[in-house]
C-alpha cells in the first residue's frame, strides 16, 4: 500500500511532469510554425491569418520577437477575460455548459473540504483503531485519519453520519440552483437563435409501404391530410453510403491534380510525372495532370450513374424523411404527439440539426434497432468483465506488500525505497490510465452499431456506456480487487466471520490508490491536454509528408470537438470519488479541488482557441449529468451505510437509512421540474418565436432554404462536403473579430466573420495553394 512516502514521490513526479508540459505549452504557441495547432479555432472562424509570411525565412518558423518571451505567459490571464455570453456566441452553449460541470464540482467539494478537514479529521485521528489492528492488516500514515481508524460501536460515528447529512443537503442544493441557470440557459439560447432548419423540421421513421406510392408520395400524402395547415415541405432518406465513398476518393484524386497544374505554373517547362505502380514508386512513367483527369473522368461517370440509382432505387430509398412546417408551433405539435393509432409507425422526433446527422445510421432498417441494442448491450456487459483482468492488475501493483506476503520471492526485486515508492505511487495510475486509452473508441463503435442517427446521441449513448465501465471496473473493481489483494493474507488466516470486519476496515484504504490517479490523470494528464503533443506531432507530419494544398492543411488542422463521451464520464467519476470519500477519507478532496479548478482552466482555454464543435445539442447532456451525480450521493450513502454496519454502529446507523430516500425525492422532484425543458420544447415558447418571426421573414425564402436543408453533403456540391466533413458550420455567424484581437495579440491576426456568403474565408484560395506547392518544392 502507497505511504505518505509513496504519494510524496507520485506529487512530485506528476507535479513537475504537469509544470514541464505546461512551460512547453507556453513556449511552443508562441511559434509561427505551431500557430495552427493552438489556435485552429480562430483560422476556422476567418478570425486569424497565418503569421507565416514573413521575408526573414527563419522568422517563418521560430518567433525571432524576443518580447514575446518575456511575457510567454500572458495566456493566463487572456483564458479568464472571456465572459460566459461571449464562450456561448463563440462556441455554443455546449461548451459553456461544460465548463460549468467543473465550477460546479468546486461549489460542492470546496465547502465540504473545509468542514471535514475542521470536523472529520480531528475525529478520525483520534480513533486509534488502527494501532491494534496493525500486526493483521497492511495500513499506512493515510489511513490513520480515515474512518477506518474509528473503534467500533463507537459515538463519533454520529460526526461522520451528521457530515453525510450536511454533504448531501449542500450537493443537492448547488445541483438544484445549477440546474435550473443551465434551463433557462437553454430556453433563452433557443429563443435568442435566429431561424434554423432543426427548429422547423421533424424526422419520420418507420413510414409505411403503401403499394403503387414512393416513400416521398406516401410522405406526402400524410402530412398534407394530417398537417394541412402547417406542413411546407419533406426531404427523402437515402442510402448514400457508397456513393459517399465515391466521392470522398474523387476529393482525394481533385486534390492531387489541382496541386500538380498548380506545380505546372510554376514550373512551365517540367510537365509533372508519376508511375503506375504502387504508391507511385514503379512502373510506367506517366504525365500526372492527364493521369488524374483521366482518373476524374472515370469516376465522375461512375458517379453519375450511382446518383441516378440513389434517386431511382427503391431499395436505396428509406422509410423515413426529413419533414419541414412552416411554423415552430407546427413542428412542436409533430415531434411531440402520436401520429397513428399504429404507435410503431410515423414514429416523429425532432430531427437534429443538420451537422449533427449521422447520415449512415438513416441507412439502418428501423426494425433492426432493438435487435441491435440488445446484441451492444450484452457485449458492454461482456466488455466490462473482460476488464476487470487489467483492473486486478493494477491494483496488485499498488499492494506490493499483500503479495510480499503470498509470493515472498518478490521481496529482493523491490527492496529499493525509490522502485518501491515509484511502483506504489505512480505506476498504479499510469497503467489504469494506459488501459483507459482504447475503451472509448471501443464504445463509440458499438454506439454507432446500435444505429443512432445524430452525433450528439452517439456521445450521449457512448458516455452512457463509458461510465457504466468507470463506476463497476475503475471505482467498485479497484475497491474490490483492491481489498481482495491488499488483504489476502487476512483473509487466508482468518474466521470466516472476521471478514466482513476486514473489508470494512479496507475500503477507506484505496483512497491512496484513488489519490495517485487523480494526480496522473487530473493533474498530469490535464497538462499534457493543453499542450496538445498528438495533435502537434500529427500536423507537423501531415503538414511534411501529406499537405499538397490549402484543403489538406485544413483536414490536418481540424481540431475535431470536446470529447464528450470520454471527458464527461471521467468527470463523473471525480464526482463519485469525492462524493463517497468525503465522509470516509477526507485527506482526498484537496486533490480533487486541485484538479477541478486546474481542468476548469484548461477546458476553458481550449473551448475558446482549439476545439470547433461538430454540432450544438444546447446542453442536453446536462439531465445526464445531473442523474449520475445523484447516483453519485446514492452509493457514498449506501457504501458508508455498509461500512458503519461492519462497525457494529447499531445507535447511529439507522439515522443514515432515510438518507437515500431523500435523495430519491429530490432527483424525482428535479426531473419533473427541469428535465422537460431538455426533451420537449414549449408550445407557448413556439408560438412567441413564430409572432416574432412574422413581420421580419417570408415563408417563401424559409422554403427555399429547408427544402435541401437535409439533403445528404454527398449530394451537394464538393465544397459543401468538404465543410461538412471538417465540421464548419455555415449557417451561423460567428463571434465578432474585435474579441478575438482583444484575447490574443498575436501578429497575423484578421478581420471579419464568416458567414454562408462569406465561405471563400475558408474555403481553399488559389494563391493559397501557390504557397503551399512553394513550400512543398522546398522540402
Known amino acids: 500500500m502507497a505511504t505518505l512516502g509513496d504519494i510524496g514521490v507520485s506529487a512530485v513526479i506528476n507535479i513537475v511532469t504537469a509544470f514541464a508540459f505546461l512551460l512547453a505549452f507556453a513556449l511552443l504557441r508562441i511559434q509561427p510554425i505551431n500557430d495552427r495547432v493552438y489556435f485552429p479555432k480562430w483560422y476556422l472562424t476567418g478570425a486569424r491569418g497565418s503569421p507565416r509570411h514573413s521575408a526573414n525565412l527563419v522568422a517563418n518558423f521560430v518567433n525571432l520577437n524576443f518580447n514575446t518571451y518575456l511575457t510567454f505567459l500572458n495566456w493566463m490571464p487572456q483564458t479568464l477575460r472571456m465572459k460566459e455570453p461571449q464562450i456561448i456566441d463563440h462556441a455554443g452553449l455546449d461548451s459553456a455548459a461544460f465548463l460549468r460541470i467543473y465550477i460546479l464540482g468546486l461549489k460542492i467539494f470546496g465547502p465540504t473540504a473545509i468542514v471535514a478537514f475542521l470536523v472529520l479529521i480531528p475525529v478520525n485521528a483520534s480513533g486509534g483503531m488502527l494501532f491494534f489492528l496493525s500486526r493483521d492488516l497492511v495500513i499506512s500514515d493515510i489511513d490513520k485519519l480515515s474512518i477506518s481508524n474509528v473503534q467500533p460501536k463507537s459515538p463519533k460515528f454520529f460526526a461522520h453520519i451528521f457530515m453525510m447529512y450536511l454533504f448531501t443537503f ?31 423540421t421533424v424526422l419520420v421513421r418507420n413510414v409505411p409501404h403503401v403499394p403503387g406510392h414512393s416513400v416521398s408520395d406516401t410522405v406526402k400524402c400524410f402530412f398534407e391530410k394530417n398537417h394541412s395547415t402547417h406542413y411546407l415541405c419533406h426531404q427523402t432518406v437515402y442510402n448514400a453510403n457508397k456513393y459517399a465513398r465515391a466521392v470522398r476518393k474523387r476529393q482525394k484524386l481533385q486534390n492531387k491534380l489541382d496541386y500538380n497544374q498548380l506545380k505546372l505554373e510554376r514550373h512551365p517547362n517540367t510537365r509533372p510525372t508519376r508511375k503506375t505502380g504502387l504508391l507511385g514508386l514503379w512502373g510506367e512513367k506517366l504525365d500526372s495532370i492527364e493521369y488524374y483527369q483521366q482518373k476524374i473522368k472515370e469516376l465522375d461517370e461512375k458517379l453519375t450513374m450511382e446518383h441516378q440509382k440513389i434517386l431511382k432505387d427503391p431499395k436505396r430509398i428509406m422509410s423515413a424523411a426529413f419533414v419541414s412546417f412552416n411554423s415552430r408551433w ?12 399504429n404507435p410503431i409507425l410515423w414514429l416523429t422526433d425532432w430531427a437534429p440539426e443538420p451537422r449533427d446527422v449521422y ?10 434497432l432493438s435487435i441491435r441494442k440488445l ?27 499483500g503479495l510480499e506476503r503470498v509470493v515472498p520471492f518478490l521481496r529482493p526485486v523491490l527492496e529499493w525505497s525509490f522502485i518501491k515508492s515509484f511502483l506504489q505511487g505512480f505506476l498504479p495510475g499510469l497503467a489504469l490510465k494506459v488501459f483507459l486509452w482504447l475503451l472509448p473508441g471501443i464504445l463509440m463503435t458499438m454506439s454507432k452499431i446500435e444505429g443512432h442517427v445524430a452525433f450528439s446521441v452517439l456521445e450521449r449513448s457512448t458516455a452512457a456506456k463509458y461510465y457504466f465501465f468507470m463506476l463497476v471496473n475503475v471505482f467498485l473493481g479497484s475497491i474490490v480487487a483492491g481489498t481482495a489483494i491488499q488483504q489476502l493474507h487476512s483473509f487466508l488466516h482468518q474466521s470466516p466471520t472476521q471478514i466482513p470486519r ?8 484505496k483512497a491512496t490508490f484513488f489519490i495517485t490517479y487523480i494526480m496522473v490523470d487530473g493533474w498530469a494528464g490535464m497538462a499534457g491536454e493543453i499542450l496538445r503533443l498528438k495533435p502537434l506531432i500529427m500536423f507537423h507530419l501531415k503538414n511534411t509528408l501529406m499537405v499538397k494544398t490549402e484543403r489538406d492543411r485544413l483536414k490536418a488542422m481540424n481540431p475535431k470537438s470536446i470529447d464528450f463521451p470520454e471527458a464527461i464520464p471521467s468527470l463523473q467519476l471525480y464526482f463519485l470519488m469525492g462524493a463517497v470519500y468525503a465522509v470516509v477519507t477526507p485527506i482526498l478532496l484537496p486533490f480533487i479541488l486541485i484538479f477541478f479548478a486546474f481542468a476548469y482552466f484548461v477546458y476553458r ?8 464543435q461538430r454540432y450544438e445539442s444546447a446542453a442536453a447532456f446536462w439531465p445526464h449529468v445531473h442523474h449520475r451525480i445523484i447516483a453519485s450521493l446514492l452509493i457514498s450513502q449506501l457504501l458508508l451505510l455498509g461500512l458503519l454496519s461492519t462497525k457494529k454502529a447499531a445507535n447511529s446507523t439507522p439515522l443514515l437509512v432515510v438518507l437515500p430516500i431523500l435523495t430519491v425525492t429530490f432527483h424525482k422532484f428535479c426531473k419533473s421540474r427541469f428535465e422537460p425543458a431538455f426533451r420537449k420544447y414549449p408550445l407557448e415558447e413556439a408560438v412567441e418565436k413564430d409572432t416574432q418571426d412574422e413581420v421580419s421573414e417570408a415563408v417563401n425564402d424559409m422554403k427555399s432554404y429547408l427544402c435541401e436543408a437535409y439533403l445528404h453533403p454527398v ?19 460567428h463571434i465578432p473579430s474585435q474579441v478575438a484581437t482583444e484575447l490574443e495579440p498575436v501578429s497575423g491576426s484578421g478581420s471579419g466573420s464568416h458567414s454562408p ?22 522540402t
Open 170 to 200: 449542500w450537493a443537492c442544493y448547488m445541483l438544484y440552483k445549477e440546474y435550473d441557470v443551465v434551463a433557462s440557459m437553454r430556453l433563452n439560447f433557443l429563443a435568442l437563435k435566429s431561424r434554423r432548419a432543426e427548429q422547423f
Open 330 to 341: 407546427g413542428a412542436a405539435v409533430c415531434a411531440q404527439t402520436q401520429q397513428s393509432k
Open 359 to 368: 447520415w449512415k445510421n438513416l441507412a439502418i432498417p428501423f426494425i433492426s
Open 375 to 401: 446484441v451492444i448491450s450484452l457485449a458492454v456487459f461482456a466488455l466490462v468483465f473482460f476488464y476487470i483482468i487489467p483492473i486486478t492488475f493494477v491494483q496488485s501493483l499498488a499492494n506490493l506488500e
Open 502 to 509: 476486514t473489508i470494512g476496515v479496507s475500503i477507506p484504504m
Open 605 to 612: 482555454h481550449q473551448v475558446i482557441n482549439v476545439y470547433n
Open 715 to 733: 449530394l451537394r456540391s464538393i465544397e459543401e462536403f468538404e465543410l461538412f466533413e471538417l465540421g464548419v458550420d455555415n449557417n451561423r455567424a
Open 757 to 778: 456568403k462569406e465561405e471563400h474565408k475558408v474555403a481553399p484560395k488559389r494563391q493559397d495553394l501557390e504557397v503551399v506547392v512553394e513550400q512543398h518544392d522546398k
